[in-house]
């Protein structure tokens, strides 16, 4: 395929310039002679591949230059029918990022095969790369899955599709289609691919199979190798261009979801579809971001380890060094854990993949911010979960904060009432307690109608208490995001943020711009109790992406002060894999009971 021509409108415009060819090459001193001549002389960096039988190359530089190379490959016959892939794109993020991917000087090396498939593992039969699997365009690929997913097939025939990727690779991306099956080796490097292709042939045997990976050269050989495997494997076929060819034929995504990672300082492309398949190896949330280059201490292999959750100088157990048991010993002892005092809970993270702490021996205690209540304050909140505060403290110190909205004294004097927390008994007219026996109360957002205020003293009302106050409170966010930050610069780092009722509104809504706020409010997961939802209207269910713990009354009634469906439709509006919903029938509080406090413990355990 031709490179684009809509390429060169801006002569100083960066690219990527993907490509590969099987064929024998005659003289390879004469083809090394010429990509080093070539690429040095239009300051071309990156990576290229010389074997007995091909060319892989992945280089960057100004478009024109990698223009200027197609035309110069193109003059040598070997080239023939080559799908040059050329992409315009920002330059290198950052230099550790240009490193890490090789496009930070060129490198031109001669090698034993463009892809480790044959020298890493002893196969019973060399597969053949004129015995590879037909070549599907992207239109004709995505035809045969339409089909399939328009038909319910019983046939033994049946299309199956198999990811000849690396494990990373597609934990951020895949193809997805009804009725289809698509297998994935999960491997950590392709020289892995023949083993699994052996110990799961029967798998495919007398199927349509169709293979795919991020440009092609991958599928080449290995289609080449299951067909070498004779009857029953004829039908073997492979995605020509592979997933960067599709996806410009579908720019939409097509039936392929998520991001094709790429080798190169891009280090993902997506479609027009924003979905996101990936998700933190520590805390669960939607993450598909490989930019940090967060690598497994054990094999190297990339792993997914969101912002929130990145500390420098943690260690990380991939998941298949997990599932082999590889640094399960070294990860509790890191941390001080005992394993059977963990053996009962069901962690939603296994030990195995939780961060070790900068070496640290001993198990670091989660900080958590908790924000009060309407009409409360630090002490006070800190009296009413003090018992919270007991059954945690071996894995949570709790921090307590005033609001910044203060509020005006209210009196009501009808029969025998409790003033704002004040432990008085007042009579029918009775004049209410001097100020300075009772504490300040505060709040994080207040109604539109009120103003600071420096009033000393009492305000009567004769209004009875209204349960749904709290949806008049909508203002005050920013003064009340303004303290936060303030709070987290001078007293932080937190790892969690507790919010209970109107401190739960207040913590959803920084949650909601979790991202935004990073470097300035970070935490790795929030406890909204008895929580509500104000100004998250044009907030889509499942979107907000935080950690989340979220506990209220069980059903109608139970909270008599704050809706059952008011709690529920603000934990609808968290993403769904990394949030959990506690519903208890003890009222307007944080239960510590069993089973409520062990669920809270279990929670706490991802982060630790």
């Given amino acids: 395929m031709e490179a684009n021509n ?4 801006n002569p100083e415009q960066y690219g990527v310039l993907l490509y590969y060819k099987y064929a024998q090459i005659p ?48 003059l040598n016959d070997l080239f023939d029918g080559t799908d040059f892939k050329l992409a315009s794109c920002q330059q290198p993020l950052n230099d550790a990022v240009a490193r890490e991917c090789g496009f930070a000087s060129l490198s031109i090396r001669a090698v034993k095969e463009l892809v480790s498939l044959i020298s890493c593992y002893p196969l019973s039969t060399t597969p053949q790369i004129s015995d590879a699997g037909k070549h ?7 035809s045969l899955l339409q089909a399939a997913k328009e038909q319910h097939s019983t046939d033994d025939k049946k299309l199956v599709l198999v990811d000849a990727r690396n494990l990373y690779e597609t934990r951020i991306g895949k193809f997805h289609t009804p009725n289809v099956d698509t297998l994935d080796p999960e491997i950590r490097q392709y020289s892995d691919l023949p083993s699994w292709i052996d110990n799961n042939s029967e798998q495919l045997r007398g199927k349509n199979v169709l293979m795919y990976c991020t440009g092609g050269i991958r599928c080449e050989m290995a289609s080449a190798y299951l067909r070498s495997k004779g009857a029953g494997f004829e039908n073997v076929f492979q995605l020509y261009g592979g997933i960067q060819r599709y996806l410009e034929q579908f720019p939409d995504g097509g039936f392929f979801q998520g991001k094709n990672f790429v080798f190169d300082h891009r280090i993902s492309v997506g479609s027009t579809d924003e979905i996101v398949i990936g998700s933190c190896l520590l805390c669960g949330c939607s993450f598909d971001d490989y930019s940090p280059r967060c690598r497994c201490t054990h094999c190297r292999m990339l ?20 599932r082999h048991g590889k640094g ?3 990860m509790l002892c890191s941390i001080n854990v005992n394993p059977q005092d963990v053996a009962g809970i069901e962690l939603k993270v296994p030990l195995d993949q939780m961060p070790q702490r900068n070496g640290n021996v001993n198990r670091k205690k989660l900080r958590i911010l908790c924000l009060h209540g309407f009409r409360q304050n630090a002490s006070s909140f800190k009296g009413r979960t003090s018992s919270l505060a007991k059954k945690l403290k071996q894995i949570a110190e709790l921090v307590f904060i005033n609001a910044p909205h203060e509020l005006q004294f209210i009196y009501q004097p009808s029969g025998s009432e409790s003033i704002n927390g004040c432990n008085s008994t007042l009579l029918q007219h009775n004049p209410p307690p001097p100020i300075e026996t009772c504490k300040k109360k505060f709040a994080w957002l207040v109604a539109p109608s009120s103003s600071p205020t420096d009033e000393t003293d009492w305000k009567t009302t004769d209004r009875p208490f209204d349960p749904l106050q709290y949806l008049d409170q909508t203002e005050g966010f920013d003064q009340s995001l303004t303290f936060l930050k303030k709070v987290f610069s001078e007293e932080g780092p937190f790892d969690g943020i507790l919010g209970f009722s109107q401190g739960a509104a207040m913590a959803a809504l920084v949650c909601a711009q979790r991202e935004k706020l990073h470097g300035e409010v970070d935490f790795r997961f929030a406890i909204l109790c008895s929580g509500f939802a104000v100004k998250l209207n044009k907030v889509k269910k499942g979107s907000i992406n935080c950690p989340s713990l979220h506990i209220f009354g069980s059903e109608p009634g139970k909270d008599r002060q704050i809706a059952n469906n008011a709690s529920r439709e603000l934990a609808s509006l968290f993403e769904d894999g990394c949030s959990v919903v506690i519903e208890h029938d003890s009222g307007h509080i944080v239960p510590t009971r069993s089973p409520y406090i062990d669920e809270i413990k279990e929670f706490l355990q991802r982060f630790l």
């Fill in 136 to 142: 599907l365009s992207a239109d004709e690929f995505h």
């Fill in 27 to 74: 003289n390879l001193d004469s083809l090394l002679a010429f990509y080093e001549s070539n690429c040095n002389s239009l300051s071309l960096l990156g990576r290229v591949r010389l074997a007995p039988d091909g060319v892989n190359a992945t280089l960057g530089g100004l478009l024109t230059s990698l223009e200027k190379h197609i035309a110069a490959v193109k």
């Fill in 328 to 330: 399960t010993e070294s």
């Fill in 6 to 9: 809509n390429k060169t409108q």
């Fill in 303 to 322: 792993v997914l380890v969101c912002n929130v959750c990145q500390i420098k100088g943690d260690q990380y157990v991939c998941e298949l060094c997990q």
